[in-house]
């Protein structure tokens, strides 16, 4: 018997995805104000200078070099770019604003209008060619002046300040806009806090306490912004936004298994428990009393987060992690933010992340199985060291075979019945790493002709990749 059943949905929504500080440069053009990643040096040890808790928040030419403050330049040349998306037939493209664009400091009266002005050209001509945008409203950035003068998501002070940009753009871009996210990966608090809530940590411990305070008010600011989008019209769809590592145990040793159940329950899942399920989990009593952490939850907080859950789960999925009760003694990879215990049956990619197909697959039924709502992939890609070759082609097979793996596996998830809503590809662009801020660890369908020092023609190569991921849409994934 023939099976007639198609792979994807018919609305699927297939595109690529980037962040405001990686691709758009113009770090003091246009009213922006300095944000906490134009303050990250590029190059390997980025992560650990960051994490130094004498790290001081200013830029140090003389030492280093910034990546981040151009970009691939896309605050100038985002209609040729969003030209080559729509040549790829992108579905929707997820993009992030750069909350310095549109309050500078973070805590004025007014928002900056250049600012706003941007990004409704950017979404017109998104709108231009049917591309729906899909919008982070921050993606590892705040104003500077928010984590250096009140010390980042750990102060109150900041659901008043995100509430105010949050409605700004909303109010402003709901009829352009219908797709949300509130916090890109907002688990990523428990390894890199700089990025996502804007603080260092001086004391461990105190800097537990920091993390889930911090994140206290995120869960209420993204209620916030739910309840704002829904009342403006019902129709929009606001997302949280998660790193998922899927997850398994080293062996099976029921000490492993246990070990296993705890971290990852922790780290995939605690997050959307509250932003999707609406209330903290049980089991977080338990880790609070061990850490010894005092939450201060004012009196409303926790009706918000009841009431205004996230209509979505937005994620990112890399790679999978394999947990033990005594990990340090076993050989480990780098990942994404996080270092893991080695898996013996994955290869890895250049910068050590485990290429795992089927943790997506599990990742996709497990999220499903245990939220049941709607799920979009909104990164995954591989990093790779890409070569212009003499007639100026890139052929990135590995990134084709990559994907197609991926994508595989995804229709067998919605073969079981996962809601999936779309997949946009990390970093459909080239741009600058997050983790390391390098140009060199490059994930686009689009090669753009800058280096790891900044210097380059800035010129825009479609790869292999960009011909294969076409045909991929045209198809709807059934071509692959
Ligand atoms: C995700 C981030 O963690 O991974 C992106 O949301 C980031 O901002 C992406 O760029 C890939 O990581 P990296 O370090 O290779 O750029």
Redesign the pocket.
């Known amino acids: 018997m023939e099976n007639s059943q198609k792979r994807f949905p018919e609305n699927f929504l297939w595109g690529g995805a980037t962040?405001a500080n990686?691709l758009e440069g113009a770090y003091n053009q246009g009213g922006k104000g300095l944000s906490i990643m134009d303050v990250v040096p590029g190059g390997k040890k980025r992560l650990g200078i960051i994490k130094d808790p004498d790290f001081d928040f200013k830029i140090h030419s003389d030492k280093y070099t910034y990546p981040n403050h151009d970009g691939i330049d896309f605050y100038h040349t985002y209609k040729e770019d969003i030209a080559l998306f729509a040549e790829m037939g992108f579905k929707c493209y997820r993009l992030s604003i750069a909350w310095s664009r549109i309050f500078p400091q973070g805590d004025e009266a007014e928002p900056n209008e250049e600012g706003l002005k941007f990004y409704d050209n950017v979404f017109d001509e998104c709108l231009k060619y049917g591309i729906e945008p899909v919008v982070t409203i921050s993606?590892?950035e705040m104003p500077l002046n928010l984590a250096v003068k009140y010390g980042g998501w750990k102060n109150r002070k900041l659901i008043e300040f995100f509430e105010k940009y949050a409605d700004t753009v909303l109010e402003r871009y709901y009829k352009k806009v219908k797709y949300w996210m509130t916090f890109?990966?907002i688990n990523?608090a428990f390894f890199i806090p700089l990025f996502s809530q804007g603080f260092v940590n001086k004391d461990p411990k105190a800097g537990k306490q920091d993390v889930y305070q911090g994140l206290h008010h995120q869960f209420t600011a993204s209620s916030l912004a739910v309840k704002k989008a829904h009342e403006l019209d019902k129709n929009l769809r606001v997302g949280c936004m998660i790193?998922y590592g899927t997850s398994y145990s080293y062996d099976c040793n029921p000490a492993n298994q246990w070990a296993n159940l705890e971290e990852s329950r922790m780290f995939n899942n605690f997050c959307a428990d509250v932003q999707v399920r609406g209330k903290y989990p049980s089991y977080i009593n338990k880790v609070f009393k061990r850490e010894n952490i005092k939450l201060d939850i004012k009196a409303g907080d926790l009706e918000l987060i009841r009431e205004y859950p996230a209509d979505y789960i937005g994620f990112?999925y890399?790679m999978s992690a394999v947990r033990a009760a005594d990990p340090e003694s076993m050989e480990k990879t780098n990942g994404?933010?996080l270092s893991a215990i080695k898996n013996p049956f994955l290869k890895a990619s250049d910068?050590g992340?485990e290429i795992d197909p089927t943790g997506l697959k599990i990742a996709l039924n497990e999220l499903y199985d245990r939220y049941q709502v709607p799920l979009f992939i909104v990164?995954n890609?591989l990093?790779a060291h890409d070569v212009l070759d003499d007639k100026n082609e890139i052929n990135d097979e590995y990134r084709i075979q990559y994907m197609r793996d991926h994508i595989d596996a995804m229709a067998e998830a919605v073969e079981s019945g996962v809601d999936l809503m779309g997949y946009t590809s990390?970093?459909c662009i080239d741009?600058?790493?997050?983790?390391?801020g390098e140009m060199s660890?490059r994930?686009g369908f689009i090669y753009v002709d800058i280096d790891d020092e900044g210097k380059g023609t800035k010129k825009r190569y479609p790869k292999k990749s960009f011909h294969w991921y076409k045909k991929v849409i045209e198809t709807n994934g059934e071509e692959v």
Do not use: F, M
């Not at 741009?431 to 390391?436: N, R």
């Open positions: 962040a990686q993606h590892y890109n990966e990523s790193i990112s890399y994404n933010l910068w992340w990164e890609g990093g990390w970093g741009l600058v790493s997050a983790s390391t660890k994930y």
